[in-house]
């Protein structure tokens, strides 16, 4: 709407929604998916909006103030986020953060085509592993030796 009656205002501003190639970092107990991102070029900002979901029955604590964007081998710390930091037991919720410039204080002239990673850092404890029990074991008699003994 914004760009068919205000096209000027839009007109360096670059869009992408990953519905078809969702770019997803796991991290087994959670997840973190991009789902849209926009390039302000003039301003050499990145926003995404990010989906967290939390598989396990223990909230989920981060620190809202951490995201990272990797793209290669490189690393850009968040310029803002709007996050409270928790995800609830086996629930979901919606980040948005930003990425200006290069953390040398340069532009980034990041692609919104690059397989991105995000990265947030972790309060809570990581839950511990699940325990596995095995039922099918099948029961062993004791071998009796030929005198009888054991």
Excluded: C, H
Aim: cysteine-free.
């Amino acid at each position: 709407m914004l760009k068919a009656q205000q096209p000027e205002s839009v007109a360096d501003v670059d869009f992408t929604t990953y519905d078809g190639k969702p770019l997803v970092s796991d991290f087994n107990d959670y997840q973190i998916q991009i789902e849209e991102a926009f390039r302000f070029n003039a301003e050499d900002t990145l926003v995404f909006r990010l989906v967290i979901t939390n598989r396990v029955d223990a909230p989920l604590i981060y620190q809202p103030d951490s995201f990272t964007l990797r793209a290669g081998n490189r690393l850009y710390p968040q310029s803002i986020s709007d996050a409270d930091g928790t995800v609830p037991p086996k629930g979901r919720s919606i980040v948005y953060f930003a990425v200006s410039g290069s953390p040398d204080g340069g532009r980034n002239e990041l692609s919104l085509r690059n397989a991105f990673t995000v990265l947030v850092t972790r309060v809570s404890p990581t839950p511990p592993p699940p325990v596995v029990t095995v039922t099918n074991i099948p029961s062993v008699k004791p071998i009796r030796s030929p005198r009888g003994q054991l």
